[in-house]
């Protein structure tokens, strides 16, 4: 019987139209001709996956998409110049085929002969955008930065625009930081920096610049993003906005262009911490503790990982490709770690650190009521938000000697803890000791550090 | 040249061909098989962009058979079988068709363990666990091109029994890929060969194939005919109690690309870092912060740092980035993404054993900030814990904590208030790792009781989500 199933799936194996011919094509750091090769596969020719080298670079190469192409770029960087590598589009998708980015940095690099990237004026020649996608175009946890100049800046002098877009653009956790798609409104076909049909989920656009019109015309949807441009107006407003639709959950420096769904939410400053890996292969803008993005997504539109592919809230996530406490960050999880005091009583600290399985090291570092300094700590057990420690010891009778060591340190058993964390920010901790000079009680504790990492989801 | 630009899109958008992918997006909504099965049967050139599946949701579908060029990504979903409360005569649950292309991404094939969806035991239908209902076909039936990237394949079972004729997991006579698939406690008894039964191309690359001693399996792979199985930075451990070997003998080929650890030799494999062991020491089939449940590795496994460097993926299933130099065998990479010692893989409890009693711990906070905490002695053997808010110092990993501060002057209150503490300036503080697991704190401090000095660290714990990788 296992034979004849064998000869089954053989006589499949060599009478199938095979779609998938090459299976994964690796391109070696840096080959272009090898990925324009692979990326050019004829519809029914297509390599399963192109995988470029982990963490490689890639100078101006050139994509002629007419099929079903999937690059995992993981964590490569793919240089797109500002100006004009040939005069064809760098990545050109043709109508009916599609493209699909993921794990990858559009890196910038400034034109041929300039040492700044300011752009350079009347005397480059414009030749057609650098992406130009009249098919489908998936952009995955793909990150563009930084200060990347494109579009027109005088009527005499041009570099090219970034995209031209007649197709489908589907944005997922991509972060756009700086990118300049100057616009001097005498094209209709490139009236800000995405236009057309474009789809943009948990994806983060910030740019300081002017002149520098995010949306243009077109179909444009915007979910759980965050979108800021205050130097500029985030939409066009020289072309019509009618097909422009919010699906909510965004941060937005101007509502101009409808941003008025449920949880679109007007900020000036997204309250940014720096843009760099964070754990991951591609860069993202990490959010600060006070982010007005935190926590602003819409649930029913909330991507399971952010751009680093960390898992996201589930009742919450945040705005944008960067979920703060991503991964670990669950209160009952990881997210428990930090250090905690009593804000009313300041002067005594409550450190936790989450351990492997469902234990916990928890340390007070308090006083007696004697006024005698004391640190306590044992390691409990979990359970839900509440840590339960059966066995707090102190150690007594320690000696700081010359030099650094200490002798004679013993652990009494001091007591128990129990610590009772109502969300990411406050917590109880009650204790309970024979010993006289502590007894029992309860002291109310506010976080008041984050680890970096692990930061708290909810 | 405006206009030749405008001519040029037009020229591309109606003129050179149809618009092949009619909608963009789809998402579907938990349990909606329908509408999952519809779409993903569309003929080629009406394809969606993106398949998105709800987040967490359970699909238990019939057939999803796929005629062209097909992306889901299942956002932590289980596809699994739960209408049926006996062996149905339903055909395949995945038939990706000769020319056809699927990519499946962050899907649960099977039965995760309670707790990672809301599937439960009491739910399971009878006779046991199973996907999609086997009987005339296998599991997953591939003609075409199949990649499975950080899918997790668990708790399914296949038998030959109540008079069915049950063939297996996965049959593949076309293009198969595997990134970072987990296949763990799968039960097999049918008829083909193995669990992955191969008579075209697979390539699999740091995943996990896990059988345990509970689970009755035939061997994990076989090859055919001008089959080939191609292998790199991946576990194979078949310890069901079936006794068979992880590779069952055929007339294809399974090639090493090195890598690999194995429980048995029965694969041949024998490229550079393959390596033969009798535990994988690995830890629980969980959640570990992906949305894929993943086998963790403990920490003395033989897989870390077992992989080719020039094969490591760049990420594990959970998406977290792997080590730069050598990455951990398997789809699970230990201290993946955070793990730096100069990063937040620094965060944790130290003391030095051969003065124990006194402890410093440390905790990464965002920037380059480091608190540091250090529970001890003076000289007249009071008890004293200073702490300061240091920073990172580049080139090595040093921490300097300038100043260091004391409370003092507090007392405990009966119920649980301190009151009267402050902090004095108590002097300064210095960290330098050697490696995760040794450092030194050297200190200096005006005043008498603490003097200066220095004492070596050893690390006593590990914070969970940040372990130290490097």
Redo the contacts between chains.
Sequence with gaps: ??TF???I??V??L??????????VRIANGDCSALGAAAAAA??A?P??ILLA??GSYPPCVLNVTG?I?IDG??ADFNLPAVPFTDIPQV?I?????L?MR?LTLSYSPAPGTSTKTPKIGSVF?G??AI?N???L?LESVAIPDDAVFGYVSISG?WRHFM?N???V?L?NVTIKEVYDANNG????FTGLLSG?V?I?HATIVTSKPFANLFGAGAISVANSIVIAPGTAICNPAVPHANFVSLGGNIVSDAACGFNARNDRLAGDAHF??FG?H???TPTLAL?YDSPAIGNGLAAN????DA????RG?THCDAGAYEVGG???KLS??GM???YF?AA?????V?I????ADQA?V?W???????????L?GVGTIGGNQIHVPQVAQ?????????????????TLWGSFDVTLSDCYNAT?T?SSPLP???S???TLQRL??????NCAR | MKRLIRCLLLLLACCVGQQAFAVGVVHIGDGDCAALEALVRVQPGQEPALIVLSRNGRFGCGTLEVNGNIEIDAQGATLVELANSSVSTAPSGIVVNAGATLTLRNAVIGFPPQGLASVTQASIPAPGPKFCCVITSTAIVNSGSLTLDSVTLTGMYYRDGLGAFVLGLIGNSGHLVMRNVSAIDNSYTGNLPALLANTGAVEISQSTFVTGSSNYTQALFSSDGSGVIRIGNSIVANNGYAAAPACASGSGRIVSLGGNVSTDSSCGFDAANDRVVADLRALDLADHGGVVPTLALNYDSPAIKNGLAANCEAVDARGLSRKGGACDSGAYEVAGGNGRISATGMSGLFFNPENNGHYVSIQRLFGNQVLVIWNTFDKNGVPAWVYGVGSLIGGIVRIAVDPVAQNVGGTLQPGGNVVGAKAVAWGAMEVTFDNCYSALLRYASPLPEFGSGETRLTRLAFVDGVDCAY
């Excluded at chain 1, 680093?308 to 898992?311: M, N, P, Q, W």
């Design positions: 019987m296992k199933i064998s000869a799936l053989l499949a194996a009478v199938a139209d095979n779609a998938g011919a090459a299976g994964i519809p029914g297509e399963s996956l982990n963490g079903n999937a993981n964590g050109a043709a109508a009916g085929a599609r699909s794990h414009a057609p955008p130009v009249a098919g489908t998936v041009a031209g007649t197709g489908r589907v997922r005498q094209v209709a076909d049909n789809e989920s911490l720096d890996l754990g991951s292969i600060n909330c991507e399971a990982a680093r592919g960390l898992s589930t991964g670990n960050g999880s990881t770690s930090g250090l009593n009583n300041n002067g005594h600290y450190s650190q989450k351990l492997f090291l340390i570092n308090t006083f007696d009521e004697q006024g005698v300094p004391a640190w700590y150690n007594v009778g320690g000696k700081l000697h010359e030099g650094g060591s200490v002798d004679v340190s013993t652990p901790l204790y000079e502590f007894g009680g309860s002291t550090a984050f680890l970096d990492g692990v």
